[in-house]
T-cell receptor, first 112, second 114 residues
């Protein structure tokens, strides 16, 4: 079993839809949770991060962490065609710990 | 400020050939990483370097070697390429911030081994 599980999709939604992307994990010691966005044929870039449990909002994006369920989510409101990308969750044991564990990534397509 | 650069962008090798993937960053970061990305597998860590002069194995180091040439450059070498090493390779560097360590990725090298 992988440490981090993520549905690869693809997920296809109309412009303006609310998108929910999710990851589950098995290691209860993970403390830092991140979402990276990767456009086609580009490297990933950090989109959002949260520490421990709770929510974090940044514009149209909201990241949620439920440590009791070992479940993290990324919500995208009013989705735009420019949001079409692969979204990878990532997590680590601590801020100083060198290794990130990535999910497989979910491919999202937002069509006009 | 170019960020993280990688060369080459594309490469085709025959089984048994060797090659070196180059990576450089101009952000003065101490830590650098090499990942491979395969369909359905996500990013897997091959090797990392926490600081100049140190390197450590990641999740999938077999068949690879690395050199941290200086603070800017971190190269990945395939001594005898195998078809299983067909993948997209990403180099990254890391900065410590309050609350999170952020990794910055290069554009990737697409490698095909025939």
């Amino acid at each position: 079993q992988k440490e981090v599980e993520q549905d690869p999709g693809p997920l296809s939604v109309p412009e303006g839809a609310i998108v929910s992307l999710n990851c589950t994990y098995s290691n209860s010691a993970f403390q830092y949770f991140m979402w990276y966005r990767q456009y086609s044929r580009k490297g990933p870039e950090l989109l959002m991060y949260t520490y421990s449990s709770g929510n974090k909002e940044d514009g149209r994006f909201t990241a949620q962490v439920d440590k009791s369920s070992k479940y993290i989510s990324l919500f995208i409101r009013d989705s735009q065609p420019s949001d079409s990308a692969t979204y990878l969750c990532a997590m680590s044991l601590s801020g100083g710990y060198n290794k990130l564990i990535f999910g497989a990534g979910t491919r999202l397509a937002v069509h006009p | 400020n170019a960020g993280v650069t990688q060369t080459p962008k594309f490469q085709v090798l025959k089984t048994g050939q060797s090659m070196t993937l180059q990576c450089a960053q101009d952000m003065n970061h101490n830590s650098m990483y090499w990942y491979r990305q395969d369909p359905g597998m996500g990013l897997r860590l091959i090797y990392y370097s926490a600081s100049e002069g140190t390197t450590d194995k990641g999740e999938v180091p077999n068949g690879y070697n690395v050199s941290r040439l200086n603070k800017r450059e971190f190269s990945l070498r395939l001594e005898s390429a195998a078809p299983s090493q067909t993948s997209v390779y990403f180099c990254a560097s890391k900065v410590r911030r309050t609350g999170v360590d952020e990794q910055f990725f290069g554009p990737g090298t697409r490698l095909t081994v025939l």
